[in-house]
């Protein structure tokens, strides 16, 4: 019975040695093959490097070879010279990542040249329960916005736990709502809640945010301020455009306000400045979100109109606003044949104009105040009408009067008259016919500018009317139909004008 139990003994011994190449004399030993740890834990593993050969190994290089994911293996270089049957004891280390629970086998290797020495080994990973909280919340949120609060717990656990969570939340000292609920997770998972208050009032508000998973109890509070600002606004329309400005307390501009003009949206600027350009009278309604307090507003926009009267050498110009009020202090800018002439009006709307600085002819005129959309209009001028003078005679006094005899009268000669007459009619009567059915165009051409008017008849009136002229030009208007410089030309195209109504076109030459 000793003799067979030895031999079984001598069997076993190539079984219980570590794996070795082909002729190595390399062998490596760890002094412990079984070890334990959760996800986190650095596990450090003593062996001994043995030399059975004959000659000196050096140059030793060791490392732990296992599963590809969750463990990160270390690795050494023993540069100490072991000679024959000589032994060194070191150690190297791993670390555990967010593995699964369960047995793992991993394997030491000691390299030398071509020669190799392996044994294997035994990690055994424990559940490891642990999570993070997490609660998204800014210090502050202006009245009138709504605030979303997203609530975080994320499984760092390398199986599944569960648990229960819940929240608290406070304003002021008071439980506005609590929550709370049993969950599992994942590992890597995440449970995500957004609080949602709609235009929470102002006060100071809590988050309580709690967890335990597996008897491990976490928690996080944050907290929070809703506050209102006392803001004030300016609107107005100046130059064209409604403005809108919002300021603070001290007078400075605030950004990101909502302004609402006519239904349009807008937001002020990093000035607190909101511009919106008009082209049309009328009123416009201002919206103003002032931190959740809503103003309303109206913005009364006019526009200016002009009528015109010629008196001899002055033009007076009246211009009133859209309800007809004379404006005053309004900016009258009349251009003719001659320049440009400027005048203000007086507290009646009316404004002078020299007509000996713009010349007679076409003129156009125009008014413009900060205040008011401007306004402008073509008009036409002609020059006074002198009145003339008539010689007189004086009878001299003492001269007796004399009572003349009336002849008799000699018969009417008409001879050569008659024929003269007749031309006459036929004349008139040519001259009738173009006034009674032809239109009239007259031309007329003043230091850079081209006028051209345009009558139609007495007793009917014109359809498809135009008139094209090779002239180089600048720009055109006309008080009636369509204008425009086409191909070194103006051509000018009235769809239809009344009998004796009247049309005018200015050209700007170049």
């Known amino acids: 019975m000793k003799l067979r139990g030895l031999l079984l003994i001598i069997l076993l011994i190539p079984i219980l040695l570590p794996r070795v190449s082909a002729q190595s004399p390399l062998v490596i030993v760890p002094l412990n093959d079984e070890f334990s740890g959760v996800p986190g834990d650095t596990i450090v593993i003593p062996f001994q490097l043995r030399n059975l050969g004959n000659e000196t190994v050096s140059n030793v290089t060791v490392y732990v070879t296992g599963p590809t994911k969750g463990f990160l293996y270390g690795s050494r270089v023993i540069r100490e010279p072991i000679e024959p049957n000589g032994t060194i004891s070191e150690k190297i280390s791993i670390k555990i990542l967010n593995v699964n629970p369960g047995e793992y086998n991993l394997t030491l290797v000691a390299r030398a040249g071509s020669s190799y020495s392996e044994a294997k080994i035994k990690v055994h990973v424990k559940t490891f329960v642990d999570y993070t909280l997490r609660v998204d919340v800014n210090d502050e949120y202006i009245y009138g916005n709504n605030v979303t609060i997203p609530l975080r717990v994320t499984s760092r656990a390398n199986a599944v736990i569960i648990g229960r969570l819940g929240y608290t939340l406070s304003r002021d000292g008071t439980v506005l709502e609590r929550f709370a609920t049993t969950i599992y997770l994942r590992p890597g998972e995440s449970w995500v809640k957004e609080l949602r208050l709609t235009k929470p009032e102002v006060g100071n508000y809590s988050v309580y ?302």
């Open 209 to 510: 945010f709690w967890a335990n998973f597996g008897g491990v109890f976490k928690s996080k509070t944050a907290e929070f301020r809703v506050y209102q600002r006392n803001l004030g606004y300016d609107a107005y329309f100046e130059n064209g455009a409604i403005y809108v400005r919002v300021y603070d307390e001290k007078g400075r501009g605030v950004s990101n306000i909502s302004v609402k003009i006519n239904g349009v949206s807008f937001k002020t600027d990093d000035d607190g400045t909101v511009s919106y350009l008009v082209d049309e009278p009328g009123t416009y309604e201002l919206v103003l979100n002032l931190d959740g307090k809503v103003a309303r507003t109206l913005i009364d926009v006019k526009k200016l109109f002009l009528s015109a009267t010629q008196e001899n050498e002055t033009l007076l110009v009246r211009v009133v606003d859209s309800a007809g009020k004379p404006v005053p202090n309004v900016t009258v800018t009349a251009s003719g044949p001659l320049g440009k002439d400027y005048s203000t009006t007086n507290p009646s709307g009316i404004a002078e104009v020299n007509l000996e600085k713009t010349g007679y002819g076409t003129l156009m005129l125009r008014a413009e105040s900060s205040m008011y959309i401007g306004g402008e209009t073509t008009v036409r001028v002609s020059p006074p009408v002198k009145p003339t003078t008539t010689s007189s005679t004086t009878t001299p006094t003492n001269i007796p009067s004399v009572t003349p005899t009336t002849p008799e009268k000699p018969p009417k000669n008409y001879g050569p008259l008659a024929a003269i007459l007749l031309v006459s009619g036929l004349l008139l009567a040519g001259t009738s016919y173009a006034a009674f059915f032809r239109p009239i165009v007259r031309e007329e051409m003043l230091e850079g500018y081209y006028f051209v008017k345009v009558k139609a008849p007495r007793l009917v009136g014109i359809d498809g009317f135009r008139f094209e002229r090779a002239v180089n030009a600048v720009g055109v208007r006309a008080t009636k139909g369509k204008a425009e410089v086409k191909d070194g030309a103006v051509v000018w195209e009235i769809e239809h004008l009344d009998p004796e109504e009247e049309a005018y076109l200015q050209v700007i030459l170049g």
